[in-house]
T-cell receptor, first 113, second 112 residues
Framework: EAGVVQSPRYKIIEKKQPVAFWCNPISGHNTLYWYRQNLGQGPELLIRYENEEAVDDSQLPKDRFSAERLKGVDSTLKIQPAELGDSAVYLC???????????FGNGTRLTVT | DQQVKQNSPSLSVQEGRISILNCDYTNSMFDYFLWYKKYPAEGPTFLISISSIKDKNEDGRFTVFLNKSAKHLSLHIVPSQPGDSAVYFCAASAGGGNKLTFGTGTQLKVEL
């Protein structure tokens, strides 16, 4: 079974620039998550999708962050404009249902200079 | 407000001995608990889980214990192997949903 695929692995941008991350979940997993992990911390949920619907985006800073999941499969997370404090690892995960384990991708490490 | 706490940032154990990683939580609504393992430059990998209707779950060398009255869970690894060296995250969710709240992680080092 292919795992969750994320790209790019690393991204370095200057502040105020836009950036986008892409995620392809495990085939058959209807639920997709974007997490952000700051250095020395655990992952924190940004947004959760059930198919195409964002069912929990309460933690997403909507002034600069946006996400979409077209056709209920791949997803993109965008930041515009990026700030220094956005430097973190952005993790995508998928699962097939409630109380089923999340499977994470390897993440995108974002550095904002 | 840190609802899931891992108070030991690091733990060092000799190969072959038992590793015990601890986790405390404050939200009494949590009813599903998981442990994830993370190697550098990789995403977290699911290790083992436990529902609040149980107090113990085993999978090979890994056992998770849940003490609901104390709001405490622990992960036991026996015997510990050098390949177990990683960061271990405790996570919890409530009400059948999959909104996981993670702890800050414990770096386990298994020494030869």
């Amino acid at each position: 079974e292919a795992g969750v695929v994320q790209s790019p692995r690393y991204k370095i941008i200057e502040k105020k620039q836009p950036v986008a991350f892409w995620c392809n979940p495990i085939s058959g997993h209807n639920t997709l998550y974007w997490y952000r992990q700051n250095l020395g911390q655990g992952p924190e949920l940004l947004i959760r999708y059930e198919n195409e619907e964002a069912v929990d985006d309460s933690q997403l800073p909507k002034d600069r962050f946006s996400a979409e999941r077209l056709k209920g499969v791949d997803s993109t997370l965008k930041i515009q404009p990026a700030e220094l404090g956005d430097s973190a690892v952005y993790l995508c995960a998928s699962s097939w249902g409630n109380n089923s384990p999340l499977h994470f991708g390897n993440g995108t490490r974002l550095t904002v200079t | 407000d840190q609802q899931v706490k891992q108070n030991s940032p690091s733990l060092s154990v000799q190969e072959g001995r038992i590793s015990i990683l601890n986790c405390d939580y404050t939200n009494s609504m949590f009813d599903y608990f998981l442990w994830y393992k993370k190697y550098p430059a990789e995403g977290p990998t699911f290790l083992i889980s436990i529902s609040s209707i149980k107090d113990k779950n085993e999978d090979g060398r890994f056992t998770v214990f849940l003490n609901k009255s104390a709001k405490h869970l622990s992960l036991h690894i026996v015997p510990s192997q050098p390949g177990d060296s990683a960061v271990y995250f405790c996570a919890a969710s409530a009400g059948g949903g999959n909104k996981l709240t993670f702890g800050t992680g414990t770096q386990l080092k298994v020494e030869l």
